[in-house]
Every structure is written in C-alpha cells, then in structure tokens.
C-alpha cells in the first residue's frame, strides 16, 4: 500500500506570497491532518480534515487555510506568507473512525521563506 | 494550557538501556502515543497506551501512569540505528494530538 504522498518537497517564497501544499493520504484513510515543525519546538497542530470537514483546529492565524477533497486528498494554504512561516510542513494520515489510529506521516514539504 | 514536557536530549551507549520519559497536563486523556523520527525523515509511529501498565514491542517498551500524568519510553539492547528523535503525544478530550517538543536520543558506541 502506497504511503503518504506531499508536495512538493521543497519551496521557497518571499515575504507577502502565498503557498498551497499538497497531501495524498493512505487509500481507505479519511482524516488528514497537518503540523508545523520548527527546531525546537516540536509538532504544531494546523487542522484536521475528515470527510471534507474540518473537524479540529490548531491555534494558527486565519492566513493559515485548508479543505479536503472528496478523494480524501488534503490541500493546506498559507496567504500573506511571513518570514517565520519557513518550517517543515507534515501532513499525516489516518482510518479517522471513531477508535482511534495511529497516524502515518508524509515526508513533508520544506518551505522557506526568504 | 496543554502541556507535554519531555527531556531536549539524552545520550547513551550502545548496547544499553534507555528511558526516556513524558509528563502531561491536558484536557482530557484519549491515549498517549510514542513516535520516532529520525532526521530528516517523517515520524513513524512507535505505540500507543491508553490504560495504565506497560506494554511491550521487541525492543520498546512504553509505560503510562494516567494518575501521574506520566510516561516513559523503555529502549533496550541500543543499537547505533536507534539515535533519532523520540516524541511523546497526547489525545486531548476533542481527539487532538497534542505533541512534545521530542527528545534527541544520541547513541555512542
């Protein structure tokens, strides 16, 4: 069974643009999730799609947007990029039923903002 | 607030044993969860506990005590693979993960 799938795996932008990421998650795996990881500071929770809803959000800014298609497939957006937005951006996969699962990771996308 | 604490860093020597513990504060407890990530790479899932007691994989063990607020994460017989990122992740009330800052496991030979 195929893994999680990102991209792209790398990006830069500059200050002011806007960015869309990518994720495919596991076949049969409904719930997306995405983090922010930063040196030092671990794994920030942005959000989680389910069935095309959002159904839990992460302390992030409104810059911060994302939706799920109805092939489960996730897309994340950030507008109005900012200088401390460069981090490793994960999205994570799961059966998402009400047990829970564990989650299985992409290999990310490294965005740098310059 | 939510609050995981996990050790920065850790070092041991190959061949040993490791134990690398968790302390939560959060609203509410659906399960703790152990993942590895080496650099560079995604985190891979290691185990999860949601009742008190240890459970045992292999090499890994995990222990949780829901009354402390405290876990650990036992590693036996280190191997120089093993040197990698341990983090520690809590399911709150609303089933969100809540996730520590991760301790780097450095393994000397």
């Known amino acids: 069974k195929a893994g999680v799938t990102q991209t792209p795996r790398y990006l830069i932008k500059t200050r002011g643009q806007q960015v869309t990421l990518s994720c495919s998650p596991i076949?049969?795996?409904?719930?997306v999730s995405w983090y922010q990881q930063t040196p030092g500071q671990g794994l920030q929770f942005l959000f989680e799609y389910f069935s095309e809803t959002q159904r839990n959000k992460g302390n992030f800014p409104g810059r911060f947007s994302g939706r799920q298609f109805s092939n489960s497939r996730s897309e994340m957006n950030v507008s109005t990029l900012e200088l401390g937005d460069s981090a490793l951006y994960l999205c994570?996969?799961?059966?998402?039923?009400?047990?829970?699962?564990?989650?299985?990771f992409g290999p990310g996308t490294r965005l740098t903002v310059t | 607030g939510q609050n995981i604490d996990q050790p920065t860093e850790m070092t041991a020597t190959e061949g040993a044993i490791v134990q690398i513990n968790c302390t939560y504060q959060t609203s509410g407890f659906n399960g703790l969860f152990w993942y590895q990530q080496h650099a560079g790479e995604a985190p891979t899932f290691l185990s999860y506990?949601?009742l008190d007691g240890l459970e045992e994989k292999g090499r890994f063990s995990s222990f949780l005590s829901r009354s402390k607020g405290y876990s650990y994460l036992l590693l036996k017989e280190l191997q120089m693979k093993d040197s990698a990122s341990y983090l520690c992740a809590v399911m709150d009330s609303n089933y969100q993960l809540i996730w520590g800052a991760g301790t780097k496991l450095i393994i000397k030979p």
């Open positions: 076949s049969g795996h409904r719930s």
């Open positions: 506990n949601v």
């Open positions: 994570a996969s799961s059966l998402g039923e009400v047990e829970i699962h564990e989650q299985y």
